[in-house]
């Protein structure tokens, strides 16, 4: 994998958080519902994004207990009586949280994003309190598949997408970072540690094509030095609402583990 700009790729914006929560939001809230998060505990976030998570945190630890939400960008997030808000830029600055104070942490497509996503991992893994638990997710390489009535039109579809997952990689995203994840935990003497892989078909109009055609958007520039021309990314948009269009998702990696007591 070549390393170029260690930059998050894509903005926080509603256009892009909606989809991804609406493909993400189910994966995760079932696994924090295995976790038997009580009243009065506290939990953390890091890129809490637009928040759908942080809420849901909230839900579980009740008016007694404390969500931190962390952020390079803080705009969709607001501050209540158990959610406190942190602007952080975290190839930077370290998470504003006291070493063992945290019964749940959470993040999800931040770690591989990230150039120290090691160090920030283990900061994560301090936090928690001894049996606390960590729930991280992360978008995997996995090769696509696509149909379209159209064969030249399928093969546009796999085109692309596979050059967004090759932009990102180029951009120092690590692909692969939700993959070791696991063995990392391991590692660090983590106990039922359990790992899904989950890709699923989406259509023409739905969350995932409208994540796809918004990741494909905001590349835009950077997919035209790959060889796409105007003239494809303009049809693959257009795909991309076409309910007769059926995409192999992204892969997603959710990985839940427990720091040992």
């Known amino acids: ?9 894509f903005r926080n914006h509603i256009d892009h958080l ?5 493909i993400l939001d189910p994966i995760t809230v079932d696994e924090l519902a295995c976790l038997e998060i009580a009243a009065g505990q506290a939990a953390l976030e890091v890129g809490a994004g637009a928040g759908s998570i942080a809420r849901r945190l909230c839900d579980l630890v ?13 705009r969709l997030l607001d501050p209540t009586g158990v959610l406190d808000v942190y602007q952080r830029d975290l190839r930077a600055e370290p998470l504003p949280v006291t070493p063992g104070s945290i019964d749940v942490a959470t993040a999800r497509c931040v ?4 150039p120290n996503r090691h160090a920030l991992l283990n900061q994560m893994i301090t936090a928690l309190r001894p049996g606390g638990w960590l729930v991280l ?8 598949a696509a149909h379209a009535p159209r064969s030249a039109d399928t093969d546009l579809i796999i085109h692309v997408a596979h050059a967004i997952l090759d932009v990102l990689s180029a951009h120092g995203v690590d692909l692969h970072w939700g993959d070791k994840t696991p063995g990392i935990l391991l590692g660090n003497g983590f106990e039922q540690t359990r790992t899904r892989w989950i890709a699923e078909t989406w259509t023409g109009g739905s969350p995932g094509c409208r994540l796809l055609a918004d ?7 950077k997919l035209l030095r790959e060889g796409l021309s105007h003239q494809d990314l303009d049809r ?3 795909l991309m609402t076409d309910p007769a269009v059926l995409v192999r998702g992204y892969q997603f990696a959710s990985t839940t583990a427990r720091k040992p007591h």
């Open 236 to 238: 693959f948009a257009e």
């Open 111 to 114: 770690l591989e994003h990230l």
């Open 137 to 144: 997710g992360e978008i995997v390489y996995a090769p696509v």
């Open 215 to 221: 990741n494909a958007h905001q590349l835009h520039h």
């Open 1 to 9: 994998m070549t390393t170029g700009s260690s930059r998050y790729q």
């Open 62 to 74: 009740g008016p007694t207990g404390k969500v931190m939400a962390v952020d390079i960008d803080t």
């Open 18 to 22: 909606h989809p991804l929560q609406e």
